[in-house]
T-cell receptor
Framework: AQSVAQPEDQVNVAEGNPLTVKCTYS??????LFWYVQYPNRGLQFLLK??????LVKGSYGFEAEFNKSQTSFHLKKPSALVSDSALYFC?????????????FGAGTRLFVKA | SQTIHQWPATLVQPVGSPLSLECTVE??????LYWYRQAAGRGLQLLFY??????ISSEVPQNLSASRPQDRQFILSSKKLLLSDSGFYLC?????????????FGDGTRLSIL
């Protein structure tokens, strides 16, 4: 069965420091991987995706993510965190053999960036 | 550009009352449409999805139902709300044919049941 794990409920980082939000997945077949961000009382916003090709993908607001097939991971990163990056982050996966209509979301990781 | 609208933004309803939440998408045709519920600011639970007018798939059996009367309109309903129906309801759309495309979310309806 497909699954997505975000092992950290919360990540704390100081402004200006690099941040990493972890995600691992389990699918049969080649995955499509996504990161979303949610601010309070708002819907999820798409940040970036991995489909194929270069393992390092760049997205909105200076975020990037690294796909590692051997470790089945897709960690979200940013070289220098901003206080405004504080939000709830979701990793999601879709796999080719499950059709095109469902996405499995992780439980979310809350990021706190301190000034 | 495509936009998605949900209303109302907040709703307070008594137990046993009916519910109707509406979602509309503009700027695209034949989208996949989804209803999710998010409890306590955490994970998403897929409730319903639709690949076309009148085509609804239910993921979780409960007292909620969904309808898609028009291509870009998705409605979440209940005849009698339960306390457990409280939560943050999110509508989303995605391109029909592209399984590598992201979902796009509305800003949600926060439903409180008294």
């Amino acid at each position: 069965a497909q699954s997505v794990a975000q092992p950290e409920d919360q990540v704390n980082v100081a402004e200006g420091n690099p941040l990493t939000v972890k995600c691992t997945y389990s699918v049969s077949g080649n995955p499509y991987l996504f990161w979303y961000v949610q601010y309070p009382n708002r819907g999820l916003q798409f940040l970036l995706k991995y489909i194929t090709g270069d393992n390092l993908v760049k997205g909105s607001y200076g975020f990037e993510a690294e796909f590692n097939k051997s470790q089945t991971s897709f960690h979200l990163k940013k070289p220098s965190a901003l206080v405004s990056d504080s939000a709830l982050y979701f990793c999601a996966v879709r796999a080719l053999n499950t059709g095109g209509f469902k996405t499995i979301f992780g439980a979310g990781t809350r990021l706190f960036v301190k000034a | 550009s495509q936009t998605i609208h949900q209303w109302p933004a907040t709703l307070v309803q008594p137990v046993g009352s009916p519910l109707s939440l509406e979602c509309t998408v503009e700027g695209t045709s034949n989208p996949n449409l989804y209803w999710y519920r998010q409890a306590a600011g955490r994970g998403l639970q897929l409730l319903f999805y639709s690949v076309g007018i009148g085509q609804i798939s239910s993921e979780v059996p409960q007292n909620l139902s969904a309808s898609r009367p028009q291509d870009r309109q998705f409605i979440l309903s209940s005849k009698k709300l339960l306390l457990s129906d409280s939560g943050f309801y999110l509508c989303a759309w995605s391109v029909l044919s592209g399984s590598n495309q992201p979902q796009h979310f509305g800003d949600g309806t926060r439903l409180s049941i008294l």
